[in-house]
Structure formats: structure tokens, C-alpha cells
Nanobody, 114 residues
Framework: QVQLVESGGGLVQPGGSLRLSCAAS????????MGWFRQAPGKQRELVAR???????NYVDSLKGRFTISRDNAKNTVYLEMNNLKPEDTAVYYC????????WGQGTQVTVSS
């Protein structure tokens, strides 16, 4: 059974930082491309960042420089470091694992507010 469990979300003030984690089980983690998506209220889910099995990364242009995706294959975990957070970053953040199939975590809420 595939499980992706996100953690690290919460309430943060504008300008603050958070580090999201996604622990995977039930898959050969190192073979999967891993991604972070987010969905704000009333909006469609959008890609934030992705890291391939070989470690190549890509980001949505508007987030480059503030967000960093990384992975630790020994821990079956992907991370999203988020800096200089803004109110418009408020959303539920989802972890995704993709290869021949795509799997999703349950999401973790990130709220940026003073």
C-alpha cells in the first residue's frame, strides 16, 4: 500500500519560513519523480516544484528563489523549504509521487498571516 505523509505545515507570519516533509512508503522511492503541489481556496491545484529520480529540479517561475525542493532517498523523504512566505502562499500543500502511476498525500495546510 502506497502512503505519502506530509508534515510541517502550520501558521507562519509573512516573511517567515517553513519546511515541509513528505515521507513515502510502499514505493521504490528512488525511482519516482517527486513533486509538491498546492491548492488555495477556490483555485485549481498547481505545481510548486518537482525533483526527478536523478535529482533534477524544476519550479514554477514565480516561486524560484524562495522555495527549494530536495530529497533524501535513504529516508524516502522529499522536502520543500519555503522562505520569505507571503499571504498568497496560503494553501494546502500536497506531495506527489509519479512514475508509471501517480500517488498523492493527504495534504498539509500552510497559512501565512499576521
Amino acid at each position: 500500500q502506497v502512503q505519502l505523509v506530509e508534515s510541517g505545515g502550520g501558521l507562519v507570519q509573512p516573511g517567515g519560513s517553513l519546511r515541509l516533509s513528505c515521507a513515502a512508503s510502499g514505493i521504490i522511492f528512488s525511482a519516482f519523480s517527486m513533486g509538491w503541489f498546492r491548492q488555495a481556496p477556490g483555485k485549481q491545484r498547481e505545481l510548486v516544484a518537482r525533483i526527478t529520480s536523478s535529482g533534477s529540479t524544476n519550479y514554477v517561475d514565480s516561486l524560484k528563489g524562495r522555495f527549494t525542493i530536495s530529497r533524501d532517498n535513504a529516508k524516502n523523504t522529499v522536502y520543500l523549504e519555503m522562505n520569505n512566505l507571503k499571504p498568497e502562499d496560503t494553501a494546502v500543500y500536497y506531495c506527489n509521487a509519479a512514475r508509471l502511476q501517480s500517488y498523492w498525500g493527504q495534504g498539509t495546510q500552510v497559512t501565512v498571516s499576521s
